[in-house]
């Protein structure tokens, strides 16, 4: 069974901390994309990767920074963590644009839940 | 810019009670539209999606979603709800080819079931 793998379910973390959030993918995708999730506010994208080494701006990129090195692995940094920073966050995969049906299907991991105190 | 709404929060309903969430659309060609679930504590996982051809499809576990293109609407569907159904339910919106490829999510839909 395909998968997305996130190495931590659950972080606590204090301010001021750098924090990595590392997830894994299994399918050779091509896309990549880091999510926020807040009650009442849904999915908020962070940053997407189509391919490595290569990295795009979501909707809510302010205070995180994102690496890929490898196709099957995308991390997400706070560089400095702060308390609105608490949040769930959601790792996904996808096919890459040759299959424009595919490219919209995600493929998401259990989640990192990330407390900052 | 697509964007999708569900206006429903929450919802409650009964186990054994049909169940229909609702989920529009903004998006200026035909879309590629998805639903997808997600239980306590865990990633979301796909329902059902429509790319084209007939308009209802069927998804897993027992869920149905009809697209209408006059309503801009993609409302999801199930004749009899179980206890295990209850989880936050998501509409997304695709693009189709020159698009960003990236679905947008609405905000969601608690489903609350009642024994």
């Known amino acids: 069974d395909v998968k997305v793998t996130q190495s931590s379910r659950y972080l606590v973390k204090r301010t001021g901390e750098k924090v990595f959030l590392e997830c894994v993918q299994d399918m050779d995708h091509e896309n990549m994309f880091w999510y926020r999730q807040d009650p009442g506010l849904g999915l908020r994208l962070i940053y997407f990767?189509?391919?490595?080494?290569?990295?795009e701006k979501g909707d809510i990129p302010e205070g995180y920074s994102v690496s890929r090195e490898k196709k099957e692995r995308f991390s997400l940094i706070l560089e400095s963590a702060s308390t609105n920073q608490t949040s769930m966050y959601l790792c996904?995969?996808?096919?890459?644009?040759?299959?424009?049906?595919?490219?919209?299907?995600?493929?998401f991991g259990a989640g990192s839940r990330l407390t900052v105190l | 810019a697509q964007s999708v709404t569900q206006p429903d929060i929450h919802i409650t309903v009964s186990e054994g009670a049909s169940l229909e969430l609702r989920c529009n659309y903004s998006y200026g060609a035909t879309p590629y539209l998805f639903w997808y679930v997600q239980s306590p504590g865990q990633g979301l996982q796909l329902l059902l999606k429509?790319?084209?051809?007939?308009?209802l499809v069927q998804g897993i576990k027992g869920f149905e979603a009809e697209f209408k293109r006059s309503q801009s609407s993609f409302n999801l569907r199930k004749p009899s709800v179980h206890w295990s159904d209850a989880a936050e339910y998501f509409c997304a919106v695709g693009a189709v080819p020159g698009g960003s490829y990236i679905p947008t999510f609405g905000r969601g839909t608690s489903l609350i079931v009642h024994p």
């Open positions: 996904a995969s996808s096919l890459g644009r040759g299959s424009s049906s595919g490219a919209n299907v995600l493929t």
């Open positions: 429509y790319f084209s051809g007939d308009t």
């Open positions: 990767s189509y391919d490595v080494k290569m990295k």
